[in-house]
């Protein structure tokens, strides 16, 4: 599976932004999918996962009401809707995937299979 992670950029406090990530290979549909981050000198930490179905969300605290994630199964494209941006937001935004038919909504990045290459998301003050 590959996945291809987009629209990262240079916003403002406050600003809104969506961010892409498209999948090829693999039935979209089969995926648990996630979006991670990764601070300069900090460790990778998970921002929002959704379901295949997108009928179950995990969200973490720093970005719940500010955040949505969501999924187009039907464009192989899940996509997570960032607004009210802070700068503890500027981090590189990773997508990630996995295959596996869970009952839980995994949140440790060990547990993801797949991973797109990261977009920079950029908060200025």
């Known amino acids: 599976v590959q996945l291809q992670a987009s629209g990262g950029g240079l916003v403002q406090a406050g600003d809104s932004l969506t961010l892409s990530c498209s999948a090829s290979?693999?039935?979209?549909?089969?995926?648990?999918m996630g979006w991670f981050r990764q601070a300069p000198g900090k460790e990778r930490e998970v921002v929002a996962v959704?379901?295949?179905?997108?009928?179950?969300?995990y969200y973490a605290e720093f970005v719940k009401g500010r955040f949505t994630i969501s999924r187009d199964n039907a464009k192989n494209t899940v996509y997570l809707q960032m607004s009210t941006l802070k700068p503890s937001d500027t981090a590189v935004y990773f997508c990630a995937g996995d295959p596996r038919d869970l009952r839980w909504i995994p949140i440790a990045g060990s547990e993801y299979r797949y991973w797109g290459q990261g977009t920079l998301v950029t908060v200025s003050s």
């Open positions: 959704t379901s295949r179905s997108n009928d179950r969300t």
């Open positions: 290979g693999r039935a979209f549909s089969t995926l648990i």
